[in-house]
């Protein structure tokens, strides 16, 4: 069976984002494939391509259908900041205990880990220790920063955008945190820059004053049911409601992504 090119795209974000075992099997199943031949953790897919490999039409409320759709509401986190204190390779540590303060937390975790940083492994241990809100987390993160390097040798550059995406909060309660951030991750191998639009699940854990990954940086990740027009552009507010508001159909997805309420980050990418 021939992979769909967005099934494709989904599976080297799930890899790219250090998803764990279950989330390989789910983007196998997507591509067709045995879960035993999982795709490389980094290839050159076109994101703009769609299900049935023809390019996608512009989503309703982006600036070239003149839709009047009102656009996502600005919220109070700011992508790249919060914290008090500075941590390895610069990652901003001591969030307030407050639900902008995991939104922040989540944000910047998700942006530093998943990025070219990991290709220094004392660096990556050093995140992940500073990181984990236990040692079975430190644990995992370790492993799956390990495994991820092998495929890094031809990436030049590899990091997640947050200020031209969206965030949500699927959960909070003081105690715990479910954060979806919604956003590209863009990497350079052999000269070939691509672009990849997921949405992101982080869960945290208020621990020893401060917010910790629990199991693992990215808990789940999926696509939206369309990617901006212009994948390397910045959508405009409208398109990103109009992209967030629908439900994804592909199996394997976070399908809940259209009941939340997304919001752009404060200092979000114009």
């Known amino acids: 069976m021939t992979a769909r090119p967005n099934r494709k795209i989904v599976a080297l974000a799930a890899l790219a984002a250090l998803v764990v075992v ?32 023809s390019s996608p039409s512009p989503a309703p409320g982006s600036p070239s259908t003149g839709s009047s ?3 996502l509401p600005q919220g109070p986190a700011r992508a790249g900041e919060g914290g008090r204190m500075t941590g390895p390779a610069g990652l901003p540590l001591g969030y307030d205990h407050t639900q902008t303060g995991a939104v922040q937390a989540a944000t910047n975790y998700l942006t530093w880990m998943n990025s070219i940083r990991i290709k220094d492994k004392n660096t990556a241990d050093a995140m992940a220790t500073a990181t984990a809100a236990d040692h079975k987390t430190r644990a995992a993160m370790i492993e799956s920063f390990d495994l991820l ?25 003081g105690a715990s945190a479910s954060i979806y951030v919604w956003a590209p991750y863009v990497f350079t191998q052999s000269g070939h820059a691509s672009q990849l639009w997921s949405i992101f699940e982080i869960r ?4 020893d004053g401060d917010w910790k990954l629990t199991k693992a940086l990215v808990s789940r990740i999926g696509g939206t049911a369309v990617d901006p027009a212009d994948p390397t552009g910045n959508p405009s507010s409208a398109e990103k409601q109009s992209i967030l508001s629908r439900t994804p159909a592909d199996p394997g997805e976070i399908t809940d992504s ?9 200092n979000a990418a114009r």
């Open 69 to 71: 759709q009102p656009g």
């Open 204 to 207: 945290l854990d208020w621990v």
């Open 258 to 266: 259209a009941e939340q309420e997304w919001l752009e980050y404060a």
């Open 149 to 173: 390097r092998t495929g890094l040798d031809n990436v030049s550059d590899a990091q997640t955008e947050p200020t031209r995406g969206a965030y949500a909060v699927q959960h909070y309660d």
């Open 22 to 53: 279950a989330v390989i099997a789910v983007a196998a199943y997507r591509l067709g494939q045995d879960t035993t031949n999982a795709p490389a953790p980094f290839g050159t897919p076109t994101p703009s391509t769609t299900a049935s490999g």
